[in-house]
């Protein structure tokens, strides 16, 4: 939790302080004296914290000073506050001031409350205390104290409180939908079914006022959502495809579609991963984790927006009725797909998908996501998400989306000679162009079924999920596109 004050009211009372110089220190004067003294002493290193631990009428009291550089990015910022709460962490903070002497921050605000809010421990909830201790009253270990502090900032008088309240107020809703789809995302696939997803979605539509419709096993099939029935039914987990729409617009007959990779687990099926690279795939609904995380925090903005999500979730399996490697599956929008690897599953799911939002739900632009090629983490790396375009408004949205939220974007190419890898000499299509520009070859399968829309697609195999904790994330998801698509909706129906 965050509260903001001025810094011209700063009556600190929390146990530990922190202290945001500029290099400038452009608005130290305003801070209380005794916090200066003993600060020179530091040799402050921009970008950095320090700790100067100082005590006070025999109470210890921690001040943590950090020297924000002239030009803050965001990469700065998040290294900073990573850096600080690794030390409040350190003494068990519950109760923090954080003073921000210096302007240097004003077009960041938002983003050092967004990543205050997402400080925590990550995904520690199979983490028990040990075995139960045999006598109650004496536990033999401490439980674990989840890191939570509540944190009051103190803005410069430069700032505009009521505006920065705003800000708040928009980084605490992100944080929540970010927060909601790591969560999904970290549930391992014994716990995240299609099913459970589901349910997940439907709680979320509730809680934020959003529409939704689940299609259960029959009415997929029903539906003509063949290629992404074929994938589904190997497995013994029954698939769900879920519609969710968001419609508070009424200026505009204009409609965006999100459409999420819902993978709950992701075997390779009969082109069976090694088990090195299968460890982390339930992971592989990251997609599906952002668009649901997206609409919530849409609709708990209250944005003006008409917005429909499709996610297809299922697992991918190996068993006597799952697909084989040379199968011809038709699909909804009439072109049969040859499955030359069973493995590029996920462009076989949201081909029905996107086909699905082109033409049943007829929106006027479609936006993809997907942990959908192991070849973008190649090209980009775990820090920068692939993404193609085929149109420019929808690229620039996604880029300034970007530039906002700090999750890094990069274009890859979609030129017409590439979409020839996918051509297949048995089907209509192939579901793998091969190794050579796998991430582009991919993202090109699926806009051949985008029936000419406007479209654009990330590629978040690399972002979704990290293996160790990095200054934006704790180890585990990420929550990587929540934001992005959020911001870009917003940028799309903003005239
Ligand atoms: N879910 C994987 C992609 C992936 C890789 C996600 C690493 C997260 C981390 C996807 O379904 C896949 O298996 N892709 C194959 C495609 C290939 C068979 C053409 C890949 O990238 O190897
Ligand atoms: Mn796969
Ligand atoms: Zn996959």
Known sequence: MITLKSLSSAALHSPVTVVLLGEGRSRADALPKALLSGL??????????????????????????????KEVTYDALEELVAELVKQLRACKASQVDVLLADDALLALTGALYKQLLLA????????????????????????????????????????????????????????????????????????????YLAEEALKLAREHGFDI????????????????????????????????????????KELLALVGKGLTYDSGGYAIKPAAGMETMFCDMGGAAAVIGAMSVLAAMGARVNVVAVVAACENMISGHAYHNGDIIPSLAGKYIEVVNTDAEGRITLADAITYAATVLNA???????????????????????????????????????????????RMPHFDHLAKHNKSDRADIKNSGGRPAGTATAALFCRAFACGKPWG???????????????????????VGVELLTRAALTLFDE
């Open 213 to 252: 419709e689940v299609y259960d096993e029959q009415q997929i099939q029903q539906m003509g959502l063949t290629a992404f029935w074929s994938v589904a039914k190997g497995s013994d987990e029954p698939p769900r495809f879920l519609v969710m729409r968001y419609m508070n617009n009424p200026d505009t």
């Open 120 to 195: 925590d421990d990550g995904f520690d909830r199979y983490q028990t205390t040990g075995l139960a201790p045999i006598n109650a009253d004496k536990p033999e270990q401490e439980p674990k104290q989840p890191f939570k502090p509540a944190f009051t900032v103190y803005l410069p008088a430069a700032f505009d409180l009521a505006a920065e309240q705003g800000k708040l107020k928009e980084a605490n809703q992100m944080a929540a939908g970010i927060r909601q789809a790591r969560r999904l995302v970290n549930e391992p696939a014994n716990v995240m079914t299609p099913a």
């Open 40 to 69: 020179d002493a530091l040799a402050l290193k921009p970008g950095k914290a320090e700790a100067l631990r100082t005590v006070t009428e025999g109470k210890v009291s921690t001040a943590l000073y950090g020297l924000l550089p």
């Open 364 to 410: 006027d632009k479609i936006i993809d996501i997907a942990t959908l090629t192991g070849a973008v983490g190649v090209a980009l790396g775990h820090e920068i998400t692939g993404v193609v375009a085929d149109d420019e408004g929808i690229w620039q949205a996604l880029q300034q989306a970007s530039d906002a939220s700090g999750d890094k974007v990069w």
């Open 457 to 479: 697609h990330l590629d978040i195999a690399g972002t979704a999920y990290q293996q160790k904790a990095s200054a934006k994330a704790p180890l585990g998801a990420t929550g």
